[in-house]
């Protein structure tokens, strides 16, 4: 049987900052990027798993270096072993005696992780010829748990109460993966609410998502209410009452100008506010979301681990919960939130946009809908139009919905040529930058 032999890194950097994409209040100028990770197998067929944490520039040399560092930890294994037992996998490399020390199982360590965690999953589907939703939807229940890390969570979720909510799912799975694949799954855009953006961009781009089926649009907020208030007359008054209008504080606020804030954006009929504050702050987000009803408060994609989300919930700290498929340890940490979310009856709202996050947490969300909840008309999963074109399988999106996947694997491969342009600080673009910027 085939064996891993390399874990090849690349540090992928995209000048999103020249037009402000992905502006908010907390993250003026990003330059979207990915620490891009592939593992090679001795395959006849070149089979290989790829994987990525997204960051937005600088320090994505520092990630890169980290995911690099775990190639002692996964180079000489056996693909057969690996994929079939994913969860041993994952714990080998979360609880290595020594890198523990440096979270535990959060920050730069855990993200470089949960990347090649991802990869390990992607070359698991593609060996067995499925897209990762169906691949996952389509193990036992008893596989799935054999996944998750249960250690701190038993407070909160047993093993045999997650074996229960997979149990209830399972007699409609079928039906669910036809609906899926018939109708896609709910998608919301934040591609208008750019807070670089001028209004009239942003009254462009938000009738323009209308106009493509979105039914929920999202606004970044946080540097300025007066102009928080403009921005967000102009999107409803674009968009009509009966589209859906999100905003996102991107961790700008204390709790007390959170509340005293979103009550002078309350009367835009807020859909919820995300991030209002320090993603840490469990008592705080439960201080707010008292503080704002009936306006929906979220947080989730910054939520370092399983045990920070069981807290939010424990606490009724949240309305609804963000997972990010590049933040926590990989697919088996996102099956716990998830089963942790439909265990206290949460709505999840996954975050995307970046580097491949919309390709990557489609698949997660849809397998939540087969699998655990078979939930999906009440919940959309962030969409943003930048950088697809770099994915050999990237989204597809019909009438405001993303239509399932259909190439095996987990959607993470990128282009060879956009790795060779962008790889940074070598890639042709950056190269060209550099000269450029050195004349002047």
């Known amino acids: 049987m085939s064996t891993i032999i390399a874990l090849e890194t690349h540090d992928v950097r995209f000048p999103t900052s020249r037009e402000l994409d992905g502006s908010d209040a907390m993250n003026p100028d990003p330059d979207y990027s990915a620490a891009y ?80 965690i991802n990869a390990a999953w992607d070359l698991a589907a593609r060996a067995a010829k499925k897209p990762l939703w169906r691949y996952i939807a389509e193990l036992t229940p008893e596989q799935l748990v054999d996944t998750i890390d249960f250690r701190y969570l038993t407070d909160a979720l047993t093993r045999d109460e997650a074996l229960a909510i997979l149990r209830a799912a399972q007699p409609q799975r079928a039906q669910r993966i036809a609906q899926l694949i018939e109708q896609g799954y709910p998608a919301y855009t934040t591609s208008p609410g750019w807070l670089g953006y001028s209004d009239e961009k942003l009254v462009r781009l938000a009738k323009e998502a209308v106009a493509d089926g979105f039914r929920t649009i999202k606004l970044k907020v946080g540097a ?36 005293d804030w979103m ?29 704002i009803t009936p306006v929906p408060v979220s947080t989730g994609e910054h939520t370092q681990n399983r045990v920070v989300f069981k807290q939010l919930l424990q606490a009724g700290a949240v309305d609804l919960i963000q997972i990010d498929a590049a933040r926590v340890g990989g697919v088996n940490e996102n099956l716990a939130i998830l089963l942790l979310a439909a265990k206290f009856n949460v709505r999840v709202f996954p975050h995307a946009g970046g580097v491949g996050l919309c390709e990557l947490v489609q698949h997660l969300a849809m397998a939540d809908f087969v699998a655990i909840t078979g939930q999906m008309e009440d919940r959309a999963i962030e969409f943003v139009d930048h950088l697809h074109q770099h994915f050999l399988d990237p989204v597809r999106i019909q009438h405001g919905r993303y239509l399932a996947p259909e190439a095996p694997g987990f959607s993470a491969e990128m282009h060879a040529a956009s790795i060779a342009e962008f790889s940074y600080p070598d890639g042709r673009f950056w190269v060209e930058d550099l000269a450029a910027s050195a004349k002047g």
């Open 263 to 291: 009550r002078q954006l309350a009367e835009f009929d807020i859909a919820w506010i995300e991030e209002p504050t320090s993603p840490d702050d469990v008592l705080g987000h439960a201080a707010i979301r008292q503080g």
């Open 37 to 116: 990770v592939v593992l090679r197998t001795d395959a006849p067929d070149d089979l290989a798993g790829y994987g990525l944490v997204f960051t937005i520039g600088r320090g994505n040399d520092v990630q890169t270096a980290a995911v690099a560092a775990l190639a002692e930890h996964v180079v000489g294994l056996r693909v057969d072993e690996v994929i079939a037992d994913l969860g041993a996998f994952a714990r080998r490399l979360t609880n290595d005696s020594q890198l523990r020390w440096l979270g535990p199982e959060k920050g730069v360590m855990h993200m470089a992780i949960g990347a090649v």
């Open 224 to 259: 300025n209410v007066q102009d928080d208030i403009r921005r967000c007359r102009l999107a409803r008054e674009a968009i009509g009452p009966d589209i859906a209008m999100a905003v996102d504080a991107n961790q700008r606020w204390d709790v007390g100008p959170a509340i």
